[in-house]
Nanobody
């Protein structure tokens, strides 16, 4: 059974930092592209970043460049998302997702292309 478990969310003041983790089981992240998305109620799921742990390639939408850093540890089968200088608009549920196909070449910002999803971790930024 494939499981992606996010952790590291919480309540943080604006300007602070968080590191989210996505621990995978049932798959090896080296064989997948792993993406981070976020969603607020009433809005579509929004791409934050994506990484191919096998070669370290990363993707960030232009709107996410600068404050978000994705990384991976194949030995721990875990992908991380560092968020710095948190802003109130970062408040959302953050999800990680895995795809074994060509999502990185086709469209890492497309949630419909990913095969597996975690349950999400809530990030709340207070101003």
């Amino acid at each position: 059974e494939v499981q992606l478990v996010e952790s590291g969310g919480g309540l943080v003041q604006a300007g602070g930092s968080l590191r989210l983790s996505c621990a995978a089981s049932g798959i090896s992240i080296a064989d997948y592209a792993i993406g981070w998305f976020r969603q607020v109620p009433g809005k579509e799921r929004e791409a934050v970043s994506c990484i191919k742990p096998s070669d370290g390639k990363t993707y960030y939408p232009e709107s996410m460049e600068g404050r978000f850093t994705i990384s991976s540890d194949i030995a721990k089968n875990t992908v991380y998302l560092q968020i710095d200088n948190l802003k109130s608009e970062d408040t959302a549920v953050y999800y990680c997702a895995a795809d074994r196909g060509p999502v990185f070449a086709v469209g890492p910002w497309m949630p419909g292309l990913y095969d597996y999803w975690g349950q999400g971790t809530q990030v709340t930024v207070s101003s």
